[in-house]
């Protein structure tokens, strides 16, 4: 995995600003990890995104009863790049649990590609399918998504099997 690789892909806004909010969450001590466009290209398929995505612990938040919002500090915008979260607690207690031990990539943490292989599957577009796609492609190392889908969520193992044996013919087609 070569996050500073990916980084270096992507236009000089988005890089910098993926890298400014990494290191606002770090000094706010909040768990993260990049998830979303960047954790793909860290992960091998090269993929241009125009905004930053993180999956981040409930220490980004404030809740006031029935109103969350974001601890003061984290950034929603860099520049005029759009900065994204995704709670871990709302998809779920392995994705909360992954955020923990998440993979580090130059001296940042990425999400594992069991997480991201489930982030893209429950989002379902057709542009997150068509990345879990060009992953297997790619090469990504995917022998522990299957396994992972089926301890945690198993209604995703058809959705799974359908996109990994597109992606091997198209991979064997070559």
């Given at each position: 995995m070569k996050l500073d690789e990916a980084l270096d892909r992507l236009h000089p806004d988005v890089r910098d600003a993926a890298r400014a909010a990494a290191r606002a969450l770090s000094a706010l001590k909040i768990p993260f990890a990049f998830a979303g466009g960047i954790a793909v290209g860290a992960h091998g398929?090269?993929?241009?995104?125009?905004?930053?995505d993180f999956l981040v612990g409930e220490d980004a938040f404030e809740h006031h009863g029935p109103i969350v919002t974001f601890k003061s500090g984290v950034p929603i915008e860099v520049g005029k790049v759009r900065v994204?979260?995704?709670?871990?607690?709302?998809?779920?207690?392995?994705?909360?649990?992954?955020?923990?031990?998440?993979?580090?990539?130059?001296g940042f943490p990425v999400v594992s590609i069991e997480i991201l292989m489930y982030m893209k599957l429950v989002a379902g577009r057709?542009?997150?399918?068509?990345?879990?796609?060009?992953l297997i492609k790619a090469g990504a190392d995917v022998?522990?998504?299957?396994?992972?889908?089926e301890?945690?969520?198993?209604d995703l193992?058809?959705?799974?099997?359908?996109l990994a044996a597109a992606a091997e013919r198209e991979r064997s087609s070559r």
């Open positions: 398929h090269r993929r241009l995104t125009e905004d930053v994204d979260y995704l709670s871990a607690k709302v998809l779920g207690p392995a994705v909360e649990a992954g955020l923990k031990d998440p993979v580090i990539s130059d057709l542009k997150d399918h068509g990345d879990v796609g060009e022998r522990k998504v299957r396994p992972w889908l301890a945690h969520a198993s193992i058809e959705t799974w099997d359908e």
